[in-house]
Nanobody
């Protein structure tokens, strides 16, 4: 069974950091592009960052450029999202998703999705 599991969310003060992890089971991530998406209450889901299957392509939403860093460790079958200088507007449920693709995109047409992890940025 193909499964993605996110972890690392939590409550953090503005300016703080969190690292999200997306672990895959039931399949190898080597040939998959991975995207991180988020959805805040009352808002549409939006693409945050993505990484190609061999890290060849990386994309960030403009609002997180310079603060978030995506990376992957195919040996551990895991993708990471390092989030620094967090802002209240980053509060959302964060999801990772996978698609069998060399390149990545920030659109939502991914095949496999995790259940999400809550990130709350508040003082």
């Amino acid at each position: 069974q193909l499964q993605l599991v996110e972890s690392g969310g939590g409550l953090v003060q503005p300016g703080g950091s969190l690292e999200l992890s997306c672990a895959a089971s039931g399949f190898a991530l080597d040939d998959y592009a991975i995207g991180w998406f988020r959805q805040a209450p009352g808002k549409r889901r939006e693409g945050v960052s993505c990484i190609g299957s061999n890290s060849n392509s990386i994309m960030y939403q403009d609002s997180v450029k310079g603060r978030f860093t995506i990376s992957r460790d195919n040996a551990k079958n895991t993708v990471y999202l390092q989030m620094n200088n967090l802002k209240p507007e980053d509060t959302a449920v964060y999801y990772c998703a996978a698609i069998l693709s060399y390149y990545c995109s920030l659109s939502s047409n991914y095949a496999y999705w995790g259940q999400g992890t809550q990130v709350t940025v508040s003082s």
